[in-house]
């Protein structure tokens, strides 16, 4: 309470001007007192208007008043600054460079609590209770403080812009409303603010409608992805499952035949050692027979050998190895065979289901697809810097420009061999795959009128051989648009189609992997459509270019 009372007392004994103690206390004749040169001072700008203002009541007085010093109150404020008295505001209650400033306060200036839009001024808490308290200052509409007060002001006239004209779209004083704006369609300010915060309110609801719908549909988006991503996850995870299965068994195959393969060797080993045996029985047994008769023979009495002879037994039908018909070893070479042909079928399989899941894969597609671009700068917008792969140049083909640019030459390059480059065709291919929305540019040149093929391919081509399954345009595995003189011909799957329209040194590439659009644009000022295929891309794409004349070139462009 003390605290309370400590601070009205500094209120009370503070100049309204400078805020701080009364130095010299005048008072005028509606009441108020300030330090005399305060008043003096606020009294001085006045001048010219031959009229002068309290600060705080805004009563006027004409002429100037004659001001006395108040004895009574000089007295006061010394007793009081004697106990103490400290009126000066805390540092952070003063304006600083980005504040609004009080208008009224002379010296360091307090920040402003509001801006009157009739006063055309700003005032700081004590400045602005007369707004508060006298009648005269009820209907002053008070906003937060503002440096732009001076701007309400007609210029011509140094009146307030109350009015607002319609034909013109401008503030305006009532004087321009009766001379310059006269006749033109003018109401107040007010009435055309209620009218344009009508607008905003009906623009605010169509945006908060939109941004109702725009939620509505950001959230079916999430929703869409997470269905995605569920779906993608499961059909990955029953894949898996199935291959696993799939490998399974062909591991119990394998481990069948491998398990019949050596049951068959034990059975076979098994009869050739037991004849093998009864054959080595039979050569003992022969052996031991020639033995007797080796003796027999070389009996030199007449007598016992004619006695003996008759008593030898017969020998028994011969086996020997001469009867026995060994076929040749064959028998597990085509059990091999037949495993390998096993193998090819499944790999057959595996190709033709390869390119099916594929196409079933590409053909999941949840969001309609965009139109085509159109302008050269809607291209640009999905521009893509191809570089090209050595790995796969044809021997005569010479990379350059960061291996931008191929030029077909007399001679080969020093190359190693690669199962990617292409041996007879000479052609080439980007080093990364195209996916999504992409564009290029490549600027067709070289010496000649020979021909140059800018492509697109599957990485599946086949690269060794002059068949058509190596060549750009001449297979289901690549488009090719071909430049041979001063005409154009589209090929795919070895069908040329003719291209009609004049011939340009550039050509644009637009492909829409997902949507299936591939187009060739003639490139100059404007975009000239060339060819355009709808079709369904079953696997990640490459460009390619290609000559058949020494001297051919093919750039791909950079668009950035």
């Known amino acids: ?32 007192s300030y330090c005399k040169s305060c008043i003096n001072t606020h009294w001085d700008k006045e001048e010219e208007r031959g009229s002068y203002s309290c600060p705080q009541c805004r009563q006027t007085f004409t002429p100037r008043p004659v001001l006395l010093k108040n004895t009574m109150l000089a007295d006061l404020v010394e007793e009081l600054k004697k106990t103490g008295l400290q009126a000066a505001p805390a540092d952070h209650c003063y304006a600083g460079p980005e504040d609004v400033a009080c208008d009224v306060c002379t010296g360091r200036k307090l920040k402003a609590l509001k801006s009157c839009l009739d006063c055309l001024a700003s ?39 109350k009015m607002f004209c319609r034909t013109d779209q401008q503030c305006i004083c009532y004087i321009c409303s009766v001379e310059e704006h006269k006749g033109h369609d003018t109401v107040t300010a007010a009435a055309e603010r209620t009218e344009r915060q009508r607008e905003l309110g009906l623009r605010r609801q169509t945006i908060q409608q939109r941004v109702q719908d725009t939620e509505k549909d950001v959230k079916l988006l999430q929703q869409e992805e997470e269905a995605l991503n569920g779906s993608a996850d499961k059909a990955v995870e029953d894949s898996e499952e199935i291959f696993t299965e799939m490998i399974r068994l062909l591991e119990k195959r ?33 052996k031991r027979k020639d033995h007797e008769l080796k003796q027999l023979s070389d009996t030199e009495d007449h007598n016992q050998l004619l ?7 017969p020998l028994s039908e011969s086996t020997h190895s001469s009867s026995i018909r060994i ?6 070479e085509e059990v091999t065979a037949a495993v390998s042909q096993v193998r090819g079928r499944l790999q057959d399989i595996l190709s033709e289901t390869e390119t099916e899941i594929f196409q079933i894969v590409s053909q999941v597609d949840v969001l309609p697809h965009q139109p085509e671009p159109e302008t050269k700068a809607d291209f ?3 521009s893509q810097e191809i570089t090209l792969d050595p790995n796969t140049a044809h021997k005569r083909l010479l990379l350059s420009e960061g291996n931008r640019k191929v030029t077909l030459m007399r001679g080969e390059q020093s190359y190693s061999n690669h199962p990617d480059r292409f041996t007879a065709w000479c052609q080439v291919l980007s080093r990364k795959s195209l996916t999504g929305r992409c564009y290029w540019e490549v600027e067709v040149g070289g010496e000649g009128v020979g021909e140059v093929r800018v492509a697109v391919t599957y990485k599946n081509i086949s690269r060794a051989g002059n068949s058509h399954e190596c060549l750009f345009g001449s297979n289901d595995k690549s488009w090719s648009l071909s430049r041979l003189g001063n005409s154009y011909n589209f090929y ?5 189609t003719p291209v009609s329209g004049p011939v340009s040194s550039r050509v644009g590439v637009y492909l829409d992997h997902s949507a299936g659009v591939l187009s060739f644009y003639r490139v100059s000022d404007t975009m000239t459509l060339l060819h355009r295929v709808q079709t369904t891309f079953t696997q990640p ?20």
């Open 327 to 332: 076929r040749p070893l064959r028998d597990f």
């Open 492 to 496: 795919y799957n070895s069908i040329s």
């Open 307 to 313: 006695h003996n002879y008759p008593s030898l037994s």
């Open 541 to 560: 794409l490459y460009a390619g270019a290609g000559g058949h004349y020494y001297g051919s070139t093919a750039e791909f462009c950079k668009l950035k």
């Open 254 to 286: 394998s481990s069948d035949v491998k398990q019949q393969i050596r049951s068959q060797q034990e059975t076979e080993v098994s009869r050739v050692r037991e004849l093998q045996e009864r054959l080595e029985q039979e050569i003992t047994e022969l």
């Open 1 to 32: 309470m003390a605290q309370q009372e400590n601070q009205l007392d500094r209120e009370r004994f503070c100049c309204s001007i400078c805020l701080d103690p009364l130095k010299d206390p005048v008072t005028t004749v509606c009441g108020h």
């Open 380 to 382: 640009l917008k999905y």
């Open 123 to 161: 005032y700081c808490e004590k400045h602005l209770q007369p707004h508060h308290q006298s009648a005269a200052f009820k209907k002053h509409k008070l906003v937060e403080p503002s440096e732009k007060l001076q701007e309400n002001i007609c210029s011509r006239h140094d009146e307030v812009m």
